[in-house]
């Protein structure tokens, strides 16, 4: 496989994330490029795409806190590069919809009353949710001390 292959493939899966494509190719040309960083003309040229659909691209992946903006003193252009350990920081602001989840669980098992087949999925959805609630900070500690030890 390629490069221009995993970009393209970076596009498709961060698409099923809920990102545009662009974005997810651009995040694929950050992960494989040589430099640490490239400005929005660059990433437009390297990817094929207008300058416009690029910056709306850089701007929705900024806003996930994916990737940080920059400027290097004399130069008149932003540059663009991962966010440090983005994918442990985008796991743990996901986190906090687990939260959300289960909240949502406990408002339908004030909505559905004594409905057992109703509770039993409820139960199990608000459960899964605060045992992921308790788990995964260990684990991402866990990660961070083995990310150290790399």
């Given at each position: 496989?390629?490069?221009?292959?995993?970009?393209?493939?970076?596009?498709?899966?961060?698409?099923?994330?809920?990102?545009?494509?662009?974005?997810?190719?651009?995040?694929?040309?950050?992960?494989?490029?040589?430099?640490?960083?490239?400005?929005?003309?660059?990433?437009?040229?390297?990817?094929?795409?207008?300058?416009?659909s690029?910056?709306?691209?850089?701007?929705?992946?900024?806003?996930a806190?994916?990737?940080?903006?920059?400027?290097?003193?004399?130069?008149?252009?932003?540059?663009?590069?991962?966010?440090?350990?983005?994918?442990?920081?985008?796991?743990?602001?996901?986190?906090?919809?687990?939260?959300?989840?289960?909240?949502?669980?406990?408002?339908?098992?004030?909505?559905?009353?004594?409905?057992?087949?109703?509770?039993?999925?409820?139960?199990?959805?608000?459960?899964?949710?605060?045992?992921?609630?308790?788990?995964?900070?260990?684990?991402?500690?866990?990660?961070?001390?083995?990310?150290?030890?790399r």
């Amino acid at each position: 496989m390629d490069v221009d292959h995993f970009v393209e493939d970076a596009g498709l899966f961060y698409e099923r994330l809920g990102l545009s494509r662009t974005s997810g190719r651009a995040m694929g040309r950050l992960l494989t490029a040589a430099a640490d960083s490239a400005d929005a003309p660059e990433l437009a040229q390297a990817l094929g795409v207008a300058k416009s659909s690029m910056s709306v691209a850089l701007r929705q992946l900024e806003q996930a806190g994916l990737i940080e903006r920059f400027r290097v003193r004399g130069e008149r252009r932003d540059r663009y590069r991962l966010a440090e350990d983005v994918f442990a920081r985008a796991f743990r602001a996901k986190m906090a919809e687990f939260e959300s989840f289960r909240a949502l669980a406990e408002q339908g098992l004030r909505a559905v009353g004594d409905d057992p087949a109703a509770r039993s999925r409820l139960e199990l959805m608000r459960d899964m949710y605060a045992f992921m609630m308790d788990r995964f900070p260990a684990l991402l500690d866990e990660w961070d001390r083995a990310k150290d030890g790399r």
